[in-house]
């Protein structure tokens, strides 16, 4: 009996109200094994007790049922932001620090250290994912020097210019997601000439000026690193969790680490780890190649303390579907691709509980 033989055997144990197994899940951190001991280390990011409960339980069983393996001993680990994310909800409660936005439950922000990792395809497509749960969901567009959500919805400047009854910007709406993004108001290619006070006031509008209604979930696409716009949104916006998006490389670590810190700074508790283009997938054999190397991913996570969340394939899909304006969870629902993000959607749900009774997981 292997560590590997291990995991597959755990594969057995359902995620509470799934029917994914804990391991797709990312819940098994690891797997210790020696002649004498088995620990399993479990990254549950669940607040609720009870489904922590459940999948220990459940482990427990499975674990019980191999033959020939000695003592096991089952952990659970926390995440390292939950004492900033209890700060920041104590702060909230006394009136002081960031703000909610009115009839938004939860707000979740991807991020990534850097630019050309796919962040805004991982938020785009993760939006689309938690609209097609049967959530309320809103997608903000905060990468205002480079807006890329109008090309990958399909909607084009002078498309998205309705108001209410009291003036306030209705956003667009594809695809059961609503979205606002710079990119409506300024035409195609021309560049955004401005300074931090001119940027704070539009991410103001966007997030007080906007009939968004009642969501379950407002997604926040972030530009990439660690500047005016996101000390402005962390500063002022609390945020429910925080996701960074990765690539393979090793040298991936230190944005990785950027992002992180980040997030831990503004107290905004971090869910984890997407890592894209994690390998890919010959369109015409269908065979995986690991381009940028196999585990870099995991690797970064498990050094910086947090759960890889998903593994999204580099396939040609995912591009053009963004290119002709429809995310690939819409365009190529039965897509690996598609079902990459419908994972890191489930992991997203359950980690920042919204949802609970209302949507039927699959």
């Known amino acids: 009996m292997t560590e590997s033989d291990i995991r597959e055997h755990l594969k057995s ?11 797709s899940f990312g819940v098994i951190k690891s797997i210790a094994l020696t002649p004498d001991r088995l620990e399993v280390r479990l990254n549950v990011l669940t607040e609720n007790a009870d489904v922590a409960r459940q999948i220990v339980s459940g482990v427990e069983q499975a674990l019980a049922s191999l033959q020939g393996i000695p003592p096991a001993a089952v952990v659970i680990e926390r995440q390292q932001a939950d004492a900033g994310a209890q700060a920041r909800d104590l702060a909230k409660a006394m009136g002081k620090g960031p703000k909610g936005l009115p009839g938004v439950r939860r707000i979740v922000a991807v991020a990534s250290g850097k630019g050309g ?10 939006a689309v994912a938690l609209a097609r749960r049967g959530l309320r969901v809103g997608l903000l567009d905060a990468d205002l020097y480079g807006p890329s959500m109008p090309t990958m919805f399909g909607v084009g400047p002078g498309q998205a210019g309705a108001s209410d009854e009291e003036g306030r910007f209705v956003p667009a709406e594809r695809y059961g997601v609503r979205l606002v993004s710079m990119g409506f108001f300024v035409g195609e290619g021309a560049p955004l000439i401005w300074r931090g006070p001119m940027l704070t006031k539009a991410l103001n509008q966007f997030l007080m000026d906007v009939a968004w209604g009642e969501l379950d979930v407002m997604v926040l696409d972030l530009p990439p690193g660690t500047g005016d716009i996101q000390m402005t949104l962390t500063q002022t916006l609390a945020m429910d969790a925080g996701i960074i998006v990765t690539t393979p490389q090793d040298v991936a670590l ?14 905004v508790p971090v869910l984890g780890v997407v890592e894209n283009m ?17 585990g ?4 970064m996570a498990q050094r910086v303390g947090l759960s890889l969340l998903g593994s999204i394939p580099l396939v040609r899909g995912v591009r053009e579907a963004g290119d002709a304006g429809a995310p690939v969870v819409a365009a190529e629902p039965a897509s690996a691709a598609a079902a990459a993000f419908v994972d890191l959607a489930d992991r997203v749900i359950e980690g920042v509980q919204v949802g609970a009774g209302v949507v039927g997981h699959a």
């Open 254 to 267: 230190a944005d990785v680490e950027r992002g992180l810190k980040m997030f831990q700074q503004a107290q």
């Open 296 to 299: 870099g991913g995991a690797a």
């Open 278 to 294: 994690s390998f890919h997938v010959c369109p015409g054999c269908g065979a995986e190649a690991h381009i940028f190397g196999h």
């Open 117 to 126: 990792v796919g962040k805004s395809t991982v938020a785009s497509n993760l």
């Open 13 to 23: 144990v359902k995620y509470p109200g799934f029917t994914r197994d804990i391991v």
